[in-house]
T-cell receptor
Framework: EADIYQTPRYLVIGTGKKITLECSQT?????MYWYQQDPGMELHLIHY???????EKGDLSSESTVSRIRTEHFPLTLESARPSHTSQYLC????????????????FGPGTRLTVL | QQQVKQSPQSLIVQKGGISIINCAYE??????FPWYQQFPGKGPALLIA?????SEKKEGRFTISFNKSAKQFSLHIMDSQPGDSATYFC??????????????FGTGTRLTIIP
Protein backbone atom coordinates (compact mmCIF):
# COMPACT_ATOMS: atom_id res chain seq x y z
CA GLU A 1 0.00 0.00 0.00
CA ALA A 2 1.47 3.31 -1.11
CA ASP A 3 1.76 5.99 1.57
CA ILE A 4 0.42 8.91 -0.40
CA TYR A 5 -2.58 10.85 0.80
CA GLN A 6 -4.95 13.31 -0.75
CA THR A 7 -7.50 15.54 0.92
CA PRO A 8 -10.28 16.22 0.53
CA ARG A 9 -11.50 13.11 -1.28
CA TYR A 10 -14.57 14.94 -2.56
CA LEU A 11 -15.19 18.67 -2.91
CA VAL A 12 -18.24 20.51 -4.23
CA ILE A 13 -17.72 24.23 -4.46
CA GLY A 14 -19.18 27.30 -6.11
CA THR A 15 -17.71 29.24 -9.00
CA GLY A 16 -15.08 31.82 -8.08
CA LYS A 17 -13.90 30.17 -4.88
CA LYS A 18 -10.24 29.58 -4.16
CA ILE A 19 -9.40 25.96 -3.41
CA THR A 20 -6.32 23.99 -2.42
CA LEU A 21 -6.04 20.26 -2.96
CA GLU A 22 -3.62 18.65 -0.54
CA CYS A 23 -1.17 15.85 -1.35
CA SER A 24 1.31 14.32 1.07
CA GLN A 25 3.61 11.32 0.89
CA THR A 26 5.62 9.64 3.60
CA UNK A 27 7.98 7.70 1.35
CA UNK A 28 10.60 10.44 1.06
CA UNK A 29 10.18 10.58 -2.71
CA UNK A 30 11.78 13.51 -4.47
CA UNK A 31 9.51 13.44 -7.51
CA MET A 32 5.83 14.32 -7.32
CA TYR A 33 3.14 14.75 -9.96
CA TRP A 34 -0.40 16.04 -10.43
CA TYR A 35 -2.68 14.47 -13.01
CA GLN A 36 -6.15 15.45 -14.16
CA GLN A 37 -8.35 12.51 -15.03
CA ASP A 38 -11.38 13.26 -17.17
CA PRO A 39 -14.60 11.23 -17.18
CA GLY A 40 -13.29 9.37 -20.20
CA MET A 41 -10.55 8.00 -17.91
CA GLU A 42 -7.58 9.55 -19.70
CA LEU A 43 -4.79 10.83 -17.43
CA HIS A 44 -3.21 14.19 -18.21
CA LEU A 45 -0.06 15.42 -16.45
CA ILE A 46 -0.61 19.02 -15.32
CA HIS A 47 2.29 19.64 -12.91
CA TYR A 48 5.40 17.90 -11.65
CA UNK A 49 8.25 18.52 -9.26
CA UNK A 50 11.70 16.96 -8.94
CA UNK A 51 12.31 18.26 -5.44
CA UNK A 52 11.91 21.15 -3.04
CA UNK A 53 11.47 24.50 -4.81
CA UNK A 54 11.23 22.72 -8.18
CA UNK A 55 7.93 22.87 -10.11
CA GLU A 56 7.19 22.44 -13.80
CA LYS A 57 4.08 22.56 -15.94
CA GLY A 58 2.98 19.30 -17.47
CA ASP A 59 1.68 18.33 -20.87
CA LEU A 60 -1.86 19.67 -20.33
CA SER A 61 -2.25 23.38 -19.77
CA SER A 62 -3.88 24.11 -16.44
CA GLU A 63 -4.94 27.26 -14.60
CA SER A 64 -3.89 25.67 -11.35
CA THR A 65 -0.61 26.35 -9.57
CA VAL A 66 1.53 24.17 -7.31
CA SER A 67 4.22 24.67 -4.71
CA ARG A 68 6.88 22.39 -3.20
CA ILE A 69 8.20 23.86 0.02
CA ARG A 70 8.62 20.50 1.76
CA THR A 71 9.62 17.17 0.24
CA GLU A 72 6.51 15.40 1.48
CA HIS A 73 3.94 18.05 0.51
CA PHE A 74 2.76 19.11 -2.99
CA PRO A 75 -0.45 21.16 -2.84
CA LEU A 76 -2.39 22.29 -5.90
CA THR A 77 -4.28 25.59 -5.86
CA LEU A 78 -7.02 27.03 -8.03
CA GLU A 79 -7.39 30.77 -7.40
CA SER A 80 -10.87 31.00 -8.91
CA ALA A 81 -12.68 27.73 -9.55
CA ARG A 82 -14.84 27.36 -12.65
CA PRO A 83 -17.16 24.57 -13.84
CA SER A 84 -14.53 23.64 -16.45
CA HIS A 85 -12.26 22.64 -13.54
CA THR A 86 -14.65 19.85 -12.57
CA SER A 87 -12.57 16.67 -12.71
CA GLN A 88 -10.71 14.02 -10.76
CA TYR A 89 -7.25 15.16 -9.59
CA LEU A 90 -4.63 12.50 -8.86
CA CYS A 91 -1.34 13.04 -7.07
CA UNK A 92 1.60 10.68 -7.51
CA UNK A 93 5.20 10.33 -6.39
CA UNK A 94 8.29 8.36 -7.37
CA UNK A 95 11.85 7.81 -6.26
CA UNK A 96 14.43 9.96 -8.00
CA UNK A 97 16.50 6.88 -8.72
CA UNK A 98 14.59 3.63 -8.05
CA UNK A 99 15.82 1.54 -5.17
CA UNK A 100 12.67 -0.48 -4.68
CA UNK A 101 13.52 -3.21 -7.16
CA UNK A 102 11.24 -1.75 -9.79
CA UNK A 103 12.77 -0.05 -12.79
CA UNK A 104 10.44 2.93 -12.51
CA UNK A 105 7.15 3.27 -10.64
CA UNK A 106 4.80 6.08 -9.77
CA UNK A 107 2.71 5.66 -6.62
CA PHE A 108 -0.71 7.27 -6.81
CA GLY A 109 -2.97 8.71 -4.16
CA PRO A 110 -6.72 7.96 -4.12
CA GLY A 111 -7.61 11.22 -5.87
CA THR A 112 -9.80 14.25 -5.18
CA ARG A 113 -13.05 14.48 -7.08
CA LEU A 114 -13.76 18.19 -7.60
CA THR A 115 -17.13 19.53 -8.70
CA VAL A 116 -17.50 23.24 -9.38
CA LEU A 117 -21.08 24.45 -9.62
CA GLN B 1 -0.86 13.98 -30.35
CA GLN B 2 -1.50 10.65 -28.68
CA GLN B 3 1.88 8.96 -28.34
CA VAL B 4 0.45 5.77 -26.88
CA LYS B 5 -2.74 4.45 -28.43
CA GLN B 6 -4.80 1.95 -26.46
CA SER B 7 -7.71 -0.27 -27.49
CA PRO B 8 -10.41 -1.22 -26.85
CA GLN B 9 -11.93 1.55 -24.76
CA SER B 10 -14.13 -0.97 -22.98
CA LEU B 11 -14.13 -4.74 -22.79
CA ILE B 12 -16.55 -7.30 -21.37
CA VAL B 13 -15.23 -10.82 -20.78
CA GLN B 14 -16.84 -13.83 -19.23
CA LYS B 15 -15.37 -15.23 -16.04
CA GLY B 16 -12.60 -17.67 -16.86
CA GLY B 17 -11.95 -16.13 -20.27
CA ILE B 18 -8.91 -14.30 -21.58
CA SER B 19 -8.89 -10.50 -21.54
CA ILE B 20 -6.64 -8.80 -24.10
CA ILE B 21 -5.82 -5.10 -24.20
CA ASN B 22 -3.61 -3.66 -26.92
CA CYS B 23 -1.32 -0.65 -27.09
CA ALA B 24 0.82 0.90 -29.79
CA TYR B 25 3.48 3.56 -29.43
CA GLU B 26 5.24 5.89 -31.82
CA UNK B 27 8.34 7.12 -30.03
CA UNK B 28 11.15 4.58 -30.43
CA UNK B 29 13.00 6.28 -27.56
CA UNK B 30 10.59 4.70 -25.07
CA UNK B 31 12.36 1.90 -23.24
CA UNK B 32 10.07 0.84 -20.44
CA PHE B 33 6.41 -0.15 -20.73
CA PRO B 34 4.33 -0.51 -17.56
CA TRP B 35 0.68 -1.35 -17.11
CA TYR B 36 -1.35 0.30 -14.37
CA GLN B 37 -4.60 -0.98 -12.86
CA GLN B 38 -7.18 1.38 -11.38
CA PHE B 39 -10.17 0.36 -9.27
CA PRO B 40 -13.12 2.74 -8.74
CA GLY B 41 -12.32 5.35 -6.11
CA LYS B 42 -8.61 4.53 -6.13
CA GLY B 43 -5.55 5.80 -7.90
CA PRO B 44 -3.78 3.67 -10.50
CA ALA B 45 -1.27 1.10 -9.26
CA LEU B 46 1.55 -0.58 -11.13
CA LEU B 47 0.54 -4.06 -12.24
CA ILE B 48 3.34 -5.36 -14.46
CA ALA B 49 6.01 -3.88 -16.70
CA UNK B 50 8.38 -4.91 -19.49
CA UNK B 51 11.62 -3.75 -21.06
CA UNK B 52 11.88 -3.99 -24.88
CA UNK B 53 14.74 -6.49 -24.75
CA UNK B 54 12.26 -9.29 -23.96
CA SER B 55 9.19 -10.36 -25.92
CA GLU B 56 7.09 -11.57 -23.01
CA LYS B 57 6.79 -11.17 -19.27
CA LYS B 58 4.47 -13.19 -17.07
CA GLU B 59 3.39 -12.58 -13.49
CA GLY B 60 0.71 -14.98 -12.34
CA ARG B 61 -2.32 -14.62 -14.60
CA PHE B 62 -0.99 -11.42 -16.18
CA THR B 63 1.26 -11.48 -19.26
CA ILE B 64 2.70 -8.69 -21.35
CA SER B 65 3.53 -9.52 -24.96
CA PHE B 66 5.90 -7.09 -26.66
CA ASN B 67 6.56 -6.66 -30.40
CA LYS B 68 9.39 -4.19 -30.82
CA SER B 69 9.36 -4.14 -34.64
CA ALA B 70 5.64 -3.39 -34.73
CA LYS B 71 5.89 -0.98 -31.77
CA GLN B 72 3.03 -2.77 -30.06
CA PHE B 73 2.48 -4.40 -26.71
CA SER B 74 -0.48 -6.07 -25.10
CA LEU B 75 -1.76 -7.22 -21.73
CA HIS B 76 -3.29 -10.67 -21.44
CA ILE B 77 -5.27 -11.65 -18.36
CA MET B 78 -5.77 -15.40 -18.20
CA ASP B 79 -8.67 -16.99 -16.32
CA SER B 80 -10.24 -13.56 -15.85
CA GLN B 81 -12.03 -13.07 -12.54
CA PRO B 82 -14.68 -10.55 -11.38
CA GLY B 83 -12.01 -9.03 -9.14
CA ASP B 84 -10.06 -8.08 -12.27
CA SER B 85 -12.84 -5.65 -13.23
CA ALA B 86 -11.03 -2.31 -13.33
CA THR B 87 -9.62 0.28 -15.69
CA TYR B 88 -6.26 -0.62 -17.22
CA PHE B 89 -3.74 1.86 -18.56
CA CYS B 90 -0.74 1.04 -20.64
CA UNK B 91 2.12 3.50 -20.42
CA UNK B 92 5.54 4.19 -21.86
CA UNK B 93 8.56 5.98 -20.50
CA UNK B 94 12.04 6.90 -21.62
CA UNK B 95 14.36 6.00 -18.77
CA UNK B 96 17.01 8.54 -17.87
CA UNK B 97 20.17 8.70 -15.79
CA UNK B 98 19.10 12.21 -14.85
CA UNK B 99 15.88 11.05 -13.16
CA UNK B 100 13.59 13.14 -15.36
CA UNK B 101 11.30 10.38 -16.56
CA UNK B 102 7.63 11.05 -17.22
CA UNK B 103 4.95 8.48 -17.91
CA UNK B 104 3.00 8.72 -21.16
CA PHE B 105 -0.31 6.97 -20.58
CA GLY B 106 -2.68 5.32 -23.00
CA THR B 107 -6.34 6.31 -22.93
CA GLY B 108 -7.46 3.45 -20.68
CA THR B 109 -9.61 0.33 -21.04
CA ARG B 110 -12.55 -0.30 -18.77
CA LEU B 111 -12.63 -4.09 -18.22
CA THR B 112 -15.74 -5.83 -16.87
CA ILE B 113 -15.70 -9.53 -16.02
CA ILE B 114 -19.17 -11.05 -15.97
CA PRO B 115 -20.13 -14.31 -14.25
Amino acid sequence: EADIYQTPRYLVIGTGKKITLECSQTMGHDKMYWYQQDPGMELHLIHYSYGVNSTEKGDLSSESTVSRIRTEHFPLTLESARPSHTSQYLCASSEFFPTSGRVYEQFFGPGTRLTVL
Amino acid sequence: QQQVKQSPQSLIVQKGGISIINCAYENTAFDYFPWYQQFPGKGPALLIAIRPDVSEKKEGRFTISFNKSAKQFSLHIMDSQPGDSATYFCAAVRLSNFGNEKLTFGTGTRLTIIP
